[in-house]
């Protein structure tokens, strides 16, 4: 892995570790919990919040995929090393 690479990674996993992201991942998930179905009074609607959730689900498992990626990384580098 290069040093810019890690310098990358080390940056999120720093974000990661903070108060503000753990509270911004959770206020994104309870927004996620808040959609009913009930709720949707159309087509339009329900096309916009398709959209919501799609992204407000990558927002919420993003430090998962950073941390995967990372994890990737290592992997082959070790199956390199053998």
């Known amino acids: 892995m290069t040093r810019e690479e890690e ?3 080390e940056q ?6 903070t108060t503000g992201w753990k509270q911004f991942v959770g206020e994104i998930k309870d927004i996620l919990d808040s959609h009913r179905i009930e ?7 329900l096309a ?3 959209g ?3 992204a407000l689900h990558r927002v919420a498992h993003f430090e998962a995929g ?6 990737m990384i290592l992997e082959r580098e ?3 090393k053998t």
């Open 78 to 80: 070790d199956a390199h």
């Open 7 to 9: 310098q990358y990674y």
């Open 52 to 54: 919501e959730r799609r």
């Open 48 to 50: 916009y919040i398709k």
């Open 66 to 71: 950073i941390k995967n990626s990372y994890n």
């Open 39 to 45: 709720d949707i009074r159309d087509d339009s609607q």
């Open 12 to 17: 999120y996993f720093d974000l990661f570790l």
